[in-house]
């Protein structure tokens, strides 16, 4: 069928890009967003989140007319779903936003639309996601009632990308398409053939669910051993990075850096899918995810240990004269996202610890975020090198590793992603 009308639910990281992608293929796309501050930005032409080349094609789109957003859903040919799938407080995986989408496209979905859910999701989500539908649409049919007939297809396709590359990898990655039915999934390959030069790979909704759960299992495992060995390192008083650096010298060997923790929507939330979903069988992710929870503590414990030591060689100050200074608030080098953030985590314990001594400096943010807000200063890299006593360096932004060893000469470091050493 013609894909002329696309819907694009969820205008965040992944949700405006993809969005972006399809206007710039000239098909009319409307945006869906419940942040009306997002949709009036979007529809001046901007962006709202921090992602290389996206503003330019976002404003070359709106202004072709390809693009526009709106907080009410409306008929097209295809849905995307693409909202936050986050975990409740014993790891239970929230479906919630994926239900309040479903809800909110049902009135205007009508015969022969496709509906893909884009959002990284435990097994059984798309299915869950096409009863929602059924229920709220009894006069159309749906896949689980009567097959490759239904009136309605539905489909889960994961996004597989990386923030600060996401234009390209979402034109050149292979796409995994995991249709309810065989029809479901050549009707998404026909839709996301639209721009995606990659292969596109057919399989079946859970198997497309597990597979991007498993490739950020897998991620996060390989990050904790990175973790727990930086621990043993510190403990006997070894360069974990040049340890690692001798020990991928072996051919067969690529062990990945240690950092302050493991952020984002995906690495440190997916593994407590697979978890929720087989607890007994699940030992080592939950292992992984244990270990890499653990290091923010770790690191503040370093923190805490520094401050003790500013204090013993300034013997005339109390730890209210003391300065630390969060040289990163992000999840990952050079993006503005602080979900999940090891970073913002160890900052807001600090702020706990050190009320009114911290300067927080995130270069890619405008706004102190609420949570470090009235106990953190948010600084300029400058400002803080001069006023700082302690440096603790959470993320690898570009700016931070023009940082000379001269203005860190009279500083304690605490470098948590070794780019000084």
Not at 253 to 279: E, K, R, T, Y
Request: charged share 20%; proline share 6%.
């Amino acid at each position: 069928m013609s894909f002329e009308t696309i819907s694009v639910v969820g205008l965040g990281y992944i949700g405006l890009p993809t969005a972006a992608m399809f206007a710039s293929r000239k098909k009319s796309v409307i945006g869906v967003d419940v942040n009306e501050s997002a949709v009036s930005t979007i529809n001046q032409g901007k962006i709202h989140i921090v992602e290389p080349d996206l503003d330019m094609i976002v404003h070359a789109a709106v202004n072709e007319g390809y693009l526009r957003a709106t907080t009410t859903p409306e008929p097209a040919d295809a849905f995307l779903i693409a909202v936050p799938t986050p975990f409740k407080g014993d790891y239970e995986p929230d479906l919630r936003y994926i239900e309040a989408a479903a809800k909110s496209i049902a009135p205007v979905l009508a015969k022969g639309n496709l509906v893909i859910l884009e959002s990284t999701s435990p097994v059984g989500a798309t299915e869950q996601l096409a009863e929602w539908l059924a229920v709220a649409r009894p006069d159309l049919s749906f896949p689980q009632q009567v097959g490759d007939s239904a009136d309605v297809n539905v489909a889960h396709c994961p996004e597989r990308v990386l923030p600060g590359h996401v234009v390209r990898e979402l034109v050149e990655n292979d796409r995994v398409i995991g249709g309810m039915t065989p029809r479901c999934s050549a009707q998404s390959v026909e839709l996301y053939e639209t721009f995606v030069t990659g292969e596109c790979v057919i399989t079946n909704a859970r198997t497309a669910e597990m597979a991007k759960l498993t490739e950020n299992a897998s991620r996060d495992v390989g990050i904790a051993f990175a973790n727990e060995l930086s621990v043993i390192c510190d403990k006997l008083d070894i360069n974990v990075w040049e340890l690692i650096s001798l020990a991928n010298r072996h051919p067969r060997v690529n062990i990945l850096q240690p950092g302050p923790g493991v952020g984002g929507h995906c690495i440190a939330v997916d593994p407590w899918f697979i978890v929720s979903s087989a607890p007994e069988e699940a030992r080592l992710i939950h292992t992984a995810r244990t270990i890499n929870d653990s290091k923010p503590s770790w690191v503040v414990e370093k923190v805490k240990a520094a401050v003790a030591d500013w204090l013993i060689a300034n013997p005339e100050k109390t730890v209210k004269d003391v300065t630390v200074a969060c040289l990163g608030l992000a999840f990952k080098a050079d993006i503005d996202d602080l979900r999940e953030s090891p970073a913002m985590e160890i900052t807001e314990q600090l702020v706990e610890l050190f009320p009114q001594c911290c300067l927080a400096v995130e270069p890619n943010i405008e706004r102190i975020p609420h949570q470090i807000e009235g106990g953190a200063q948010l600084s300029g890299l400058d400002d803080a090198m001069q006023q700082a006593d302690i440096i603790v360096l959470l993320v690898d932004h570009k700016e931070f590793k023009l940082i000379s060893n001269e203005l860190l000469s009279d500083k304690l470091v605490i470098d948590t992603r070794g780019i000084w050493v």
